[in-house]
């Protein structure tokens, strides 16, 4: 605020009062960005740092805590547990989120009506919901009620009640901000309403609805309470994720950094930096799948489209040549036919 205050006080002097005010407006920007980005860099830095003796062990990556205690060194156990316990997890929540939170902001943005804004008030209510809550939602319901077992399945069901209203509402806001006139050119050349949402709507879209999915993503895989209630804890490594419980990256985290023990503790933010660099790895992967711009085409697909531009001029070639032989066969007997006329 100090230097705020002084940099306004030196504008001031040579700049009027609506210059003094948009130099200021952009200076508090520019501070408050690099705020955030500094934040972000103690934090990461911070994980990594108290994290870096686990992590420049291998074991740590390819084995469990099934040998691994209190007392052991870094040389025994790690995190392999978590990683598949995390992927299968997430997998499943993005299976189960992704179409439901893609139809749903279509229904929300394309067909408006009274049923639609109560649908709306809901999933915006939704997005507030605390964590625990959808674990104790899922674990009455699918466990108690259904008498499912701790599980990946019932973890990836309470990751899918966090994710879902956050998918639903970010999509919904990209989907409306595809220009109308889209819409009435794709009607107006005789397409239906589904052709129209599917061939031009969602393809427009595509980056943003990417960028729901993985807002969504990053509610849902750093989540503990849920976990801990549906899927419950393990040292061992659970591939299986229809029975016995499963282990998770910062369900792993929370449970080693609560130990006395400086090993646990380090193994603990390794587990959280490596939670980190597979988040980034999905990120990444999510953008180079859905991050380009409406119709800007994949070396794939644009390989297909030259081989299919390939077929199409051979086949017009071989019907003009079938063409012109038909003629040439016509003309040829319609000469004969007059010749014996003729004679």
């Known amino acids: 605020m100090l230097f705020l205050g002084i940099y306004a006080l030196l504008v001031s002097i040579d ?8 130099r200021l407006a952009a200076v508090m920007i520019y501070s408050l960005a690099f705020l955030m980005l500094l934040a972000l860099v103690v934090v990461v830095s911070f994980t990594f740092i108290r994290g870096r003796d686990a992590l420049f062990h291998l074991n740590f990556y390819y084995e469990d805590m099934r040998a691994a205690g209190p007392l052991q060194s870094l040389d025994i156990g790690g995190v392999r547990h978590g990683i598949i316990g995390t992927l299968e997890q997430i997998g499943m929540a993005l299976a189960i989120t992704m179409p439901l939170g893609i139809v749903g902001a279509v229904f929300l943005s394309e067909l408006p009506g009274p049923y639609s804004r109560f649908v709306r008030t809901i999933v915006e209510a939704m997005t507030a919901l605390p964590s625990i809550v959808a674990g104790l939602f899922v674990y009455g319901t699918v466990i108690l009620t259904l008498g499912v077992p701790l599980s990946g399945v019932a973890g990836s069901i309470a990751l899918s009640v966090m994710m879902l209203p956050i998918i639903i509402r970010a999509a ?12 009435e050119a794709s009607l107006a050349l005789g397409a239906s309403q589904w052709r129209t949402i599917w061939h031009v709507v969602l393809p427009t879209a595509r980056s943003g609805i990417t960028t729901a999915v993985i807002l969504g993503t990053a509610r849902g895989i750093g989540e503990t309470s849920p976990v801990l209630l549906t899927v419950g804890a393990t040292a061992v490594t659970n591939i299986n994720p229809t029975a016995n419980p499963q282990m998770s990256l910062p369900l792993l985290t929370f449970q080693l950094v609560r130990t006395p023990s400086d090993t646990m503790i380090s193994r603990g933010f390794g587990a959280a930096a490596v939670l980190m660099m597979l988040v980034l790895f999905l990120f990444v992967l999510a953008r180079l799948i859905g991050g380009r711009i409406p119709g800007q085409l994949t070396r794939g697909q644009r390989r297909r489209r030259v081989r299919a ?15 012109r032989a038909s003629a040439a066969q016509t003309y040829s007997t319609g000469s004969t036919d007059s010749r014996e006329l003729s004679i």
Not at 15 to 22: C, F, N, T
Not at 172 to 183: A, F, K, N
Not at 309 to 323: G, I, L, N, T
């Open 15 to 22: 700049e009027s009062g609506p210059a003094v005010r948009d």
């Open 172 to 183: 919904d806001v990209v989907i409306r901000l595809v220009p109308g006139s889209l819409r």
């Open 309 to 323: 531009s390939y077929r199409d001029a051979r086949r017009y070639a071989a019907r003009e040549h079938a063409r």
